[in-house]
């Protein structure tokens, strides 16, 4: 896992939960291109949060190899469902599976650096504490975190230990009756169980946004 | 083994393509199905991707869009798609 910062001429910014496609191109002319979400908040430059595959075209480049003043080919910024531009009135809901964390952290910083006092609650899922980005600053986001390890717990862990299901997002969610705007991001087994945990809870599904990350890098 | 089911991404994985194909972003465009008349914002489709790129409408699974690129062209099959919506 890294995070890259990108100086990008011409950027002319991005909203929060929108990503960029990376090209890289060999000498050979070989091209490999792969989605990379935004982690930084809009008003903080462009910054990338790759998590490396170990059989992935792309992404051990970006973590391995990649350097301070190495040129990448980038397109975007993309996206105009997933995204959360702080001007929305409702509670928020981000639920997050390993790296689909990337894109809501950029809502979750967004909202702390505007002094937004919308109410945000994230609902994080990884393997491991090892696994687990943003470990230390996601304590002092100001929104309300729970966690969920699903692998392995250290000793003593007080949060959760299985894979989110109805009963996890009923003890963590909000409240149906507040109509909470959600955001849910990760694998497409990830997606699918907390989007239809969410529907079993009485949620709408036009308040439900949902991205979905393939298994390649 | 991987099963087609989690090969499916969603219409947010070709926001680029689309973006490079038609010069707007496309992620939050309304998309109507010619098949059962859903109207989903093609964020929400199914996406499948391989040799070429398949949009399939996400509640009759129809499919809506297909996209096939190759010796510098782009195949673009709109036929299933009753209407796009452009802000």
């Known amino acids: ?217 | 083994m991987t099963g087609i089911a989690e090969l499916k991404l969603d219409g947010n994985a070709i926001g680029g393509l689309m973006l490079e194909l038609f010069g707007v972003e496309l992620t939050a465009t309304p998309c109507v199905c010619a098949g059962c008349g859903a109207r989903e914002e093609m964020a929400r489709l199914d996406v499948y991707t391989g040799a070429g790129i398949v949009v399939r409408c996400c509640h009759c699974e129809a499919v809506m869009i297909r996209i096939v690129q190759g010796r510098g062209r782009t195949w673009l099959d709109l036929s299933g798609a009753a209407s796009l919506e452009l802000g």
Do not use: N
């Not at chain 1, 991001?185 to 969410?198: E, H, K, N, P, W």
């Open chain 1, 1 to 217: 896992m890294k995070t890259l910062e990108l100086d990008v001429p011409g950027w002319a910014g991005h909203r929060a939960g929108q990503h960029v496609d990376v090209r890289l191109t060999a000498e050979d002319g070989y091209q490999a291109q792969r989605s990379y979400s935004i982690a930084s908040a809009p008003s903080d430059g462009l910054a990338l949060t790759v998590e490396r595959l170990d059989d992935g075209e792309v992404s051990p480049y970006l973590v391995d190899e990649a350097r301070e003043g190495d040129q990448l080919e980038v397109r975007g910024p993309i996206g105009g469902y997933f995204v959360w531009d702080g001007t929305e009135t409702e509670p928020v809901l981000l639920v997050a599976g390993g790296s689909g964390v990337v894109p809501v952290m950029a809502m979750a910083r967004h909202r702390a650096r505007i002094g937004s006092t919308t109410p945000m609650r994230l609902i994080y899922s990884s393997r491991s504490w090892d696994d687990v980005i943003y470990r230390d600053e996601l304590e002092t986001l100001g929104i309300e975190v729970f966690q969920t390890l699903t692998r392995e717990q250290p000793p003593g862990w007080s949060g959760y230990s299985r894979r989110i299901d109805r009963e996890l997002l009923a003890e963590t969610a909000w409240p149906a009756s507040q109509s909470p705007r959600v955001y849910v991001c990760g694998s497409t087994r990830f997606v699918d169980a907390a989007a239809d945990g969410l529907l079993e809870l009485g949620y709408d599904a036009g308040w439900i946004r949902t991205e979905r990350f393939g298994a390649t890098g």
